[in-house]
């Protein structure tokens, strides 16, 4: 008795040190605040979300050291292209969103032209949270902008569905036949499912897009001609347009079932919350939305049930892992108040902050810290020869569009195979 | 137990009632700040509903213009250009300006150039979700057609619009083309302008929604693009809930709480805006701000530990008062059983002699004819009555004590007569009880002090008779009276030290033996007579003169009273007293006496030699008389251990000096030996203790007059044929006093008041009386009224003549009383026949001097 307690007393002493410990590595990590903490000014953020709270929370945060500056997050109408008229306006913004595809862009070169450059010393940006392969550097190796959200492509899965039913959720792509097969059995119509309507965010990209990648990804020649939209390149989309039509041909996904989804956010959300949907195949997007609906779900509600999001299984060792920025925040150099932005900008450029504001938004965090989000966990088991870094690899905007037009009208029939990798650069 | 459990109850109740006060207080406080904040929420909706008004007048205003622009173009038939250029020309506002965009192409003409451009006027909306269905845009002047907040395509600038539809002429066909009307205006100035009042809510702020929730105008505490996701992001609501509270909110006016991005609690005024297509006015404050704070905790926290002190020192107060009154019950039940004990002493001790009075008196009335019985009788009365008096003068001084009316009477006196008096009173008690009694006086310099000499007499005497009756027979009790010098200028200071081998005192009975009404108990106390007042007395009585009384007592082994007191000196003391030179002998085995003998003949100008026994002070006698030098006189004690006093006069007389003048000395009374100490041929008897003037006076009155025998004490002879005056009311006083003056030979005249005594003196020869005695109470006149008027009186002899109170009046002020009326003297009642002769000796004395 004497023993356990004297264990029992040592095991608490430890842990007392070792909280202490914590506590003091934490407090070293804490953000602190190099600017006058009493300076008052305005910064105000841009972006094409309708909301950002998650950002919004952010603000609240930061104000708890810099209470007299005021944040805003203002949504721009047509963002892509009002974004130049606003930053050379008398209304323009000190952080906006801003993607990799605008580097090079002789469209934003007035854009670009704002962005500053964060990898500068003096900024003490804590670039290094973030995963190396998300960051972009340009010719000239400046950091125009860091990602806060990344983005990638899977699948919904009703966790609770597949215990139920008493199958497992597949890893592989035979695995998965099997499971669309046990479940159709099981009276599951569509076992998997998806937005059908438009090409945008439709279901049939998000299964060819991470095949197609990958395919060029282990073939630069290739990636080159894609990315040049050079025809040649079409034949190495066949691999991911046929896996499309292979799971709609096995009935993996039944095509009307997805067609009575109106839209690729909200529907395919309470879509796949009606709790029937084993499956339901979407960008990561719009797993952002699913936090927040739950409670607007009567079903979900009623009987809510645990979900994951993980890779589409197409290969024989599973599915891949498309990393990729999804929001990028540049600050505006000629902006008002940019010492208060890089301040903001340090606070909010943290494993700490960036993990919150995904987790919030639930978005897949930029940071190394991919599994803290239950939902995104099965993407942090997915190991690095099937991980592909687009920013990396250089994939450049009209690949994806020729990708998304392919697939969306080959799972819809309006195209063939053949017909679609003929086509590759002139699709639109 | 019992007391246990009342203090916890006590303690219990005192807590209740604080606590009770204190939640009171906190619930009264919360309540008052319920109903302020409830009135501040009021006066928030009051004031939101005045901002919709100012709202309203402003974008009704801004309409109004957007309205007459669009009638004019309607009414004129304009191109696009034209519509610009008149918009131009009236447009006054800097930061504004209007786009007109056709319906079908959502494209064309701004008032401004593009941005970064000088000439592009050009502006479309086709990508803006915006214009895609204007069936909120209503006909000219039928309500706000106001857009939501948008980004201006031409500036970048966050903008909203006031919109009508107009129709233009197509610059190319001339047709009729329909368009857009639209005034823009910068949020940024909109939201400068449209801000809630800040001196009565500094931290409220404005938004405005449209019917599906939408910002129009957002303020910056406001989160979301949609107040309704905003409100469900932070509080908790199901869907049918939300649906009902989102549609008030659109539909009336009014407030409620919601909690902001930060947790905080908020309130959420609500207001329609008339004239718009569903839009709400929304003023966003934290309840903080509308909370006044009445319940002060730094108050509550300080009446909390105020009433926590008061009542710890309430209860600290209480239980000393208590532990005090408990200790008072105790000294009141004990004072009280104290007078009860006292009352049924003195009771007893009253009765005693009264018993012994009235019954003495009723034996002697039967046996009247029994000469014998007679005396014993009244010898016995006598001694009754004299401890009646003692218990009563005990009684009233004790009550003066109580009342603090305990007062000195100064005068001069003569120590050495307090002396004397004091060994006379103790020698009968110290004879009774054979008890071994010595008196010492050590340096007697000043013989006349000025002081309360009865009350010093008092204190003396009540030491002495204490020891002398605690004193079992075969005891000791010594007395040593020494004068030193004072530290007080015009005093010395009389050191009195009564030594017994009495019973003692126990230390318990020490503490409180000054109280009133303590008597010790011990059986063998209870069989001697006291009242038990006399060591209360004489403590107060030392207090008032300035003195110290110390007592050191040992249970069986005795007692040793030590009182200090430093008395003035009488300003009259005697002329200097000189002997002729001579050698004297002084016999005695007490060597401090001795010494103190021979240090007052040395101070006299005599040789002392001392002796210490009879037979050697026969052999140093002897052996002068044969050297022819003999002795001039001889001081001799009359107890000595081998050879008393007596045989060694005898001795003396037989066998050297027949003549030889000798002084027997003694402390005790000299009525046992008187005669036989005649006998053998004592020539003069000698008191002890010594004082230097009457060993002055005794020397020079033995070897002047070289008598034989000593001075009858008994001789009245020079009182005979005295004629005293008698002021006396009472019957029978006046038949004692004549009667025991009358037994000395002294002829007595009565007057029946004080007039009447006046009226005698007036009307008496010169030389009439020798004297008056005076009764001080008297009916027409009482005595100090008739003293000062006979001491007014015309005739020298008659107004001299001395007059000595004798009344009952005996305190000290009486006294003085008498004496500041003109009296020579006071004699208390009842008489002491010794005391009367002395007095008129005295005043004889005086007034042949």
């Not at chain 2, 050495?416 to 009774?432: A, G, R």
Request: with cysteine; charged share 25%.
């Amino acid at each position: 008795m004497k023993k356990f307690i004297c264990t029992l007393l040592a095991i608490c002493t430890l842990l007392t040190f070792a909280s202490c410990g914590g506590n003091s590595q934490n407090e070293t990590a804490e953000f602190k605040p190099s600017l006058d903490t009493k300076t008052s000014c305005n910064i105000t953020v841009a972006g094409s979300y309708e909301n950002f709270e998650a950002l919004e929370a952010e603000f609240d945060r930061f104000n708890e050291f810099y209470p007299n500056v005021r944040l805003r997050y203002v949504k721009l109408d047509d963002y892509n292209n009002s974004l130049a008229t606003v930053l050379a306006g008398n209304d323009k913004p000190n952080i906006f969103f801003s993607y990799t595809w605008m580097i090079g862009n002789s469209n934003y070169d007035q854009v670009s032209a704002h962005m500053e450059d964060l990898s500068d010393p003096s900024l003490k940006l804590n670039l290094d949270c973030i995963r190396s392969g998300l960051i972009n550097r340009d010719a000239e190796n400046r950091v125009l902008m860091v990602p806060v959200f990344s983005r990638t492509y899977g699948m919904l899965v009703n966790n609770d569905l597949f215990k139920r039913e008493g199958v497992a959720v597949p890893t592989t792509q035979a695995e998965l036949m099997t499971a669309c097969e046990t479940l159709r059995g099981k009276g599951y119509e569509s076992p998997m499912m998806g937005y059908s309507l438009k090409s945008s965010s439709c279901f049939m990209y998000t299964v060819a897009y991470p095949m197609f990648v990958a395919t060029l990804a282990k073939n630069p020649e290739a990636l080159a001609l894609a990315n040049n939209l050079d025809p040649e390149a079409g034949e190495y989309m066949r691999p991911a347009l046929e896996g499309v039509k292979r799971l709609i041909q096995n009935a993996c996904i039944d095509l009307e079932a997805c067609d009575a989804i109106k839209d690729n956010y909200t529907q395919v959300i309470l879509r796949f919350f009606e709790g029937d949907v084993p499956m339901m195949i979407c960008a990561g997007d719009t797993v952002s939305g699913t936090k927040k609906r739950e409670s607007q779900s009567a079903a979900f509600s009623g009987a809510p049930f645990d979900y994951s999001f993980a890779p589409i299984p197409m290969t024989a060792d599973g599915g891949y892992f498309i990393d990729s920025p999804s929001v990028e925040f540049a600050v505006n150099k000629d902006c008002d108040n940019l010492d208060m932005t890089n301040e903001f900008m340090r606070f909010l450029v943290t494993n700490k902050e960036l993990n919150e504001m995904a987790s919030v938004k639930r978005l897949v965090t930029p940071t190394a810290d991919l599994a803290r989000d239950s939902v995104y966990a099965p993407f942090g088991k997915i190991p690095s020869e099937r991980t592909v870094l687009t920013e990396v690899l250089g994939i450049k905007d009209p690949l994806t569009a020729q990708i998304r037009v392919a697939a969306f009208k080959v799972g819809r029939g309006e195209l063939t195979v053949d017909e679609a990798v003929a086509m590759y650069g002139r699709l639109e | 137990m019992k007391n246990v459990v009342k203090k916890t109850w006590v303690i219990l109740v005192n807590v209740f009632i604080m606590l009770a006060m204190l939640t009171f207080v906190v619930l009264y406080s919360d309540f008052e700040n319920r109903k302020s904040t409830q009135r501040q929420i009021e006066h928030f909706e009051n004031t939101t509903i005045t901002m919709k008004h100012v709202t309203e007048n402003y974008l009704e205003g801004e309409q109004r213009i957007c309205d007459v622009w669009a009638r004019y173009i309607n009414s004129e038939d304009l191109t696009i250009e034209d519509a610009v250029s008149f918009i131009r020309i009236s447009h006054v506002l800097p930061n504004a300006s209007a786009h007109i965009v056709y319906l079908d192409t959502l494209s064309g003409l701004s008032t401004k150039a593009r941005q970064g451009s000088t000439d592009d006027y050009s502006v479309s909306y086709a990508r803006l979700d915006l214009l895609n269905d204007v069936s909120w845009i209503n006909d000219i002047g039928k309500s706000i057609n106001i857009s939501r907040a948008y980004t201006n395509p031409v500036n970048g600038e966050q903008s909203i619009a006031f919109c009508n539809s107009v129709t233009l002429k197509d610059p190319g066909s001339g047709d009729p083309r329909n368009a857009i009307l639209l005034r823009v205006l910068p949020i940024a100035e909109l939201e400068e302008k449209w801000i809630f009042p800040r001196e009565k809510f500094e931290n409220a702020e404005l938004s405005m929604i449209d019917a599906d929730g939408n910002y129009i105008i957002k303020g910056h505490s406001f989160k979301n693009s949609n107040l309704f996701e905003f409100y469900k992001s932070y509080n908790v609501l199901d869907a049918a809930a939300a649906q009902e509270l989102f549609g008030k909110i659109t539909s009336s006016t009014g407030s409620l709480k919601m909690r902001n991005s930060r947790g905080e609690e908020c309130i959420l005024a609500y207001t329609p805006v008339a004239a718009t297509e569903g839009w709400t006015l929304l003023s966003f404050i934290p309840m903080n701000d509308l909370s006044v704070n009445t319940e002060n905790w730094l108050l509550i926290g300080f009446i909390s530990v105020g009433l926590l002190i008061l009542f710890i020192f309430d209860l600290a107060v209480i239980l000393v008062f208590n532990k005090r009154l408990q200790a008072a019950a105790r000294e009141a039940a004990s004072a009280n059983k104290a007078k009860t004990d006292f009352l049924s002493t003195m009771s007893h001790d009253i009765r005693t002699p009264m018993n012994a009075i009235i019954g003495l008196t009723a034996i002697t009335e039967k046996n009247l004819g029994d000469t014998n019985s007679v005396k014993e009788n009244l010898r016995k009365i006598t001694l009754a009555s004299d401890h009646l008096l003692t218990l009563i003068n005990d009684i009233l001084d004790i009550s003066k004590v109580e009342s603090g009316k305990l007062n000195l009477s100064p005068q001069t006196f003569s120590i050495v007569e307090t002396v004397e008096n004091l060994v006379n009173l103790s020698q009968p008690m110290i004879k009774e009880k054979n008890i071994e009694f010595n008196f010492r006086v050590i340096r007697m310099e000043k013989e006349y002090l000025y002081g309360d000499r009865l009350r010093l007499n008092q204190i003396y005497i009540n030491i002495l008779s204490n020891a002398i009756k605690y004193t079992e027979p075969g005891g000791r009790v010594s007395v040593d009276m020494a004068e030193e010098e004072s530290p007080k200028e015009g005093c010395v200071r009389l050191t009195y030290i009564v030594d017994d081998t009495g019973i003692g005192m126990t230390p318990e009975y020490m503490k409180t033996m000054y109280q009133p009404f303590s008597r010790q108990t011990d059986s063998r106390v209870n069989s001697i007579q006291g009242t038990g007042l006399g060591l209360a007395i004489t403590k107060q009585m030392v207090d008032l003169m300035g003195g110290t009384i110390d007592c050191q007592s040992e249970q069986g082994k005795g007692t040793k009273f030590t009182v200090v007191l430093d008395i003035p000196v009488a300003d009259v003391q005697r002329e200097d007293m000189k002997l002729d030179p001579m050698d004297v002998l002084v016999v005695d085995d007490d060597e401090i006496f001795s010494e103190t003998a021979s240090d007052l003949l040395k101070s006299l100008g005599a040789t002392a030699e001392r002796a210490g026994s009879g037979t050697e002070a026969l052999e140093m006698i002897a052996n002068r008389h044969k050297e022819g030098r003999d002795y001039r006189i001889v001081i001799l004690d009359l107890k000595m251990p081998d050879v008393d006093g007596i045989e060694t006069i005898a001795r003396i007389r037989a066998e050297v000096d027949p003549n030889l003048p000798i002084l027997l000395t003694s402390a005790y009374e000299w009525s046992d030996i008187e005669e036989k100490a005649k006998e053998v041929g004592a020539n003069g008897f000698l008191s002890k203790p010594l004082f230097r003037s009457t060993l002055y006076d005794k020397i020079n009155k033995i070897l002047g007059t070289e008598a034989k025998s000593v001075e009858p004490e008994n001789d009245d002879s020079d009182l005979q044929g005295m004629r005293i005056l008698i002021a006396e009311d009472n019957d029978i006083n006046w038949e004692i006093i004549s009667t025991l003056l009358d037994m000395h030979g002294i002829a007595a005249e009565r007057a029946e008041n004080g007039r009447v005594c006046v009226e005698k003196m007036k009307s008496a020869a010169e030389g009439s009386y020798d004297l008056i005695f005076m009764d001080i109470q008297m009916p027409e006149m009482n005595g100090l009224d008739a003293t000062k008027n006979i001491r007014a009186l015309e005739s020298p002899w008659a107004s001299s003549v001395p007059i000595i109170a004798m009344t009952a009046d005996a305190f000290s002020e009486n006294i003085t009383e008498c004496l500041n009326a003109g009296m020579n003297g006071h004699i208390a009642k009842p008489i002491d026949v010794k005391l009367v002769i002395k007095e008129i000796r005295r005043t004889k004395e005086e007034e042949r001097k």
